[in-house]
């Protein structure tokens, strides 16, 4: 990998968290896509890569909990009555909701 020198003038831009699943997608591209990976890791744009697929999938997530939380019946309502149902079917939810992000953004 080559770097450059850096002669301490520019500024240092603030890098954006990469998280538990840009963690998941470098680990991906390491060991399956080791020729994406290399080119990501030569232009120096493999963290703001991880970073964005990492911005993507909460989003996505954002938007699949609420869905599958509705559709399983974890409402309000349950909440009050039965917490640890409720709580049962939040962790499901969010379970399922990973594992379609997992397929449509880090492991293609």
């Not at 963690?23 to 744009?45: C, F, I, N």
Request: proline content about 6%; some cysteine; glycine content about 6%.
């Amino acid at each position: 990998m080559r770097r450059l020198i850096d002669n301490g003038d520019a500024p240092a831009k603030k890098k954006p968290p990469i998280g538990h699943y840009g963690h998941l997608r470098k680990a991906y591209l390491e060991g399956y896509r080791p020729d994406l990976y290399t080119a990501l890791v030569a232009s120096e744009s493999l963290y703001e890569h991880c970073a964005e697929i990492e911005a993507a999938v909460r989003r996505r997530l954002d938007l699949i909990i609420p869905q599958l939380a509705e559709g399983a019946g974890a409402t309000e309502e349950l909440k009050a009555a039965d917490p640890m149902q409720w709580v049962g079917l939040m962790n499901t939810c969010k379970a399922q909701a990973e594992e379609i992000v997992k397929f449509e953004l880090i492991y293609v």
